[in-house]
């Protein structure tokens, strides 16, 4: 590793982001494949059926049959749809839940070195959470082009129902952290989880920020109960209806990388990120091992909340959608804008 | 590289801007929409420059983010069919030229009157989110204040007119 130390810092910066961002691109990829797998397997157990087990031990390679099918399946495009945006919306579903993950801290170091190459963070940016909110504000536009360009009812309503459904939980969505930050006093990411390892995991200090963050994150990634936009009984499939072979695969995917993104922000936030709090193991790691061992706890962390995604959405039968938005407007901002102004209080009447 | 990239930034904001308003390709006013928010993040891109993260950030989130999906939103509902390609003619251009005029005048007021590329601003404008938060609250109190109050009059004006019985 000695010709680390030739290199000039904005070449040392230009590789070792290359580096990270392959890294966590290529353990994203495989996890949202498994993360499918995972869904299909939960589901059948949840229903007392076998699921998918022939391909492969235990049905392990399924994912890579079904990546395989989905690319050689017939592209059709149908002749009524808008077909620039038609194109455009998958792709735009899956790279927001992408750039996400770029400021999320997924380790502390590898290895002794304290320098930004070592940091395991793609991008340690100082207003880290306002960035992650920005860009899942965005994911709304694939939804809502793929149901403009499908140029038929059904799509269009399920885009409709997108559009109002993730603008109406992004407002619950971000003032429920608001609390957290006047905590914290920071918006740095990696700033947020050192808090954290002083004072105890947020969860235990904000319980209600907590829950209606996870509630807003069902909403926001269009999962069960949540998931008016492609319900089956009302729109066929929602926006994706027109779509076939590897577009639809990639909203598929999109939803998968969505639901990790959100239980990446959410293991940051509210669960300590990389830290445990016994063993020692909430101290940045000072060997290579250590730094590995603090990588698989978050992942550990989020392969949790991506259970719980999974469970919830075959144990709980849909919302209609009037209920939805009273959910989010008449119940959860008023619930968010107290939980505000209770911290606020309180930390008015410590500080005094 | 600096000065390569604002004029990157600068040039996209401008033909994305251009394009909204001209819109060549269709005249669904969905396109528009779509070239305002390209157009957004190519300003959100000056921000960076600037180092103003913070705004960067709440450029995005508000207008790309929220504002101008409701635009999709409101264009998608109303079913607007392919806009007929608009004449200027008469008393409509007058007014055009006139408030266009009128907008210009003052923004080459403000950009000569407020010193500008007298010395470079670049490091003036850089502060974490902290600063600009007690900014607002002490020097900029009252135009913050102002402000709020008058969104909270046209949202009260919103909800008014939304509701179908006047009386």
Redesign the interface.
Same mark, same amino acid.
């Given at each position: 590793m000695d010709w680390v130390y030739y290199l000039t810092p904005s070449q040392e910066f230009l590789v070792f982001s290359i580096v990270k961002v392959a890294l966590v691109v290529g353990l994203l990829l495989p996890m949202i494949a498994y993360s499918v797998m995972a869904e299909r397997r939960i589901s059948a157990w949840i229903q007392g059926r076998v699921g998918p087990n022939r391909v492969g031990p235990f049905g392990l390679l399924q994912p890579i049959a079904d990546g395989i099918k989905s690319l050689l399946k017939e592209d059709f495009v149908p002749d009524h749809v808008r077909k620039c945006y038609f194109w455009l919306a998958p792709a735009l579903t899956l790279i927001p839940s992408f750039l996400v993950l770029a400021v999320v801290p997924f380790g502390s170091y590898l290895g002794p070195e304290r320098e930004a190459w070592s940091k395991m963070v793609i991008a340690d940016l100082n207003i880290g959470i306002l960035f992650t909110f920005g860009i899942v504000s965005l994911s709304v536009y694939g939804i809502v082009l793929a149901g403009y360009a499908s140029n038929s009812k059904y799509s269009f309503l399920g885009g409709i129902r997108a559009t109002a459904q993730m603008i109406s939980y992004e407002i619950s969505m971000g003032l429920a952290v608001i609390p957290l930050f006047m905590l914290t006093g920071v918006l740095n990411l990696g700033e947020v989880i050192a808090y954290q390892v002083e004072h105890g995991w947020l969860i235990w200090k904000q319980p209600i920020s907590f829950i209606l963050f996870l509630v807003a994150a069902f909403a926001e990634t269009n999962r069960l109960p949540f998931d008016l936009p492609e319900s089956e009984t009302e729109l066929v499939s929602g926006y994706h209806t027109e779509y076939s072979s590897m577009k639809f695969a990639l909203f598929f995917l999109g939803e998968y990388a969505a639901m990790i993104a959100v239980s990446a922000m959410m293991v940051t936030l509210f669960f300590g990120g990389w830290t445990l709090p016994i063993f020692g193991l909430d101290q940045p790691a000072i060997t290579f091992f250590g730094g590995l061992l603090h990588i698989m706890i978050f992942l550990g962390k989020v392969l949790v909340f991506m259970v719980l995604f999974i469970w919830i959405r075959w144990m709980l039968p849909r919302f209609r959608y009037d209920q939805l938005m009273d959910l989010g407007w008449t119940r959860f901002l008023p619930l968010a804008f107290v939980n505000i102004i209770v911290t606020a209080a309180w930390l008015w009447a410590q500080y005094r | 590289m600096q000065d390569l990239l604002f004029y990157f930034f600068a040039v996209l904001t401008l033909i994305f801007g251009f394009l909204v308003v001209v819109n060549p390709f269709t005249r669904s006013p %969905?396109t528009s929409a779509?070239f305002l %928010?390209l157009s957004i993040i190519s300003m959100s891109g000056l921000f960076v420059m600037l180092h103003a +993260? +913070?705004l960067a950030? #709440?450029q #995005? !989130?508000v207008y790309?983010?929220?504002v101008i %999906? !409701?635009f !999709? +939103?409101v264009i998608? !509902?109303m079913d607007l069919k392919e806009e007929a390609r608009s004449t200027f003619q008469g008393i409509r251009l007058t007014f055009s030229l006139l408030l266009a005029g009128l907008f210009a005048t003052v923004l080459i007021g403000v950009v000569l009157t407020s010193g500008l590329g007298a010395e470079p601003v670049v490091l003036t404008l850089e502060g974490?989110?902290?600063v600009l938060g007690e900014r607002l609250f002490n020097a900029y109190i009252i135009p913050f204040e102002i402000l709020s109050v008058l969104l909270l009059v046209g949202m009260v004006g919103v909800v008014l007119l939304s509701k179908k019985n006047l009386n």
């Open positions: - | %969905v779509m %928010v +993260f +913070f950030a #709440i #995005i !989130l790309s983010g929220a %999906v !409701l !999709l +939103f998608m !509902l974490s989110t902290a």
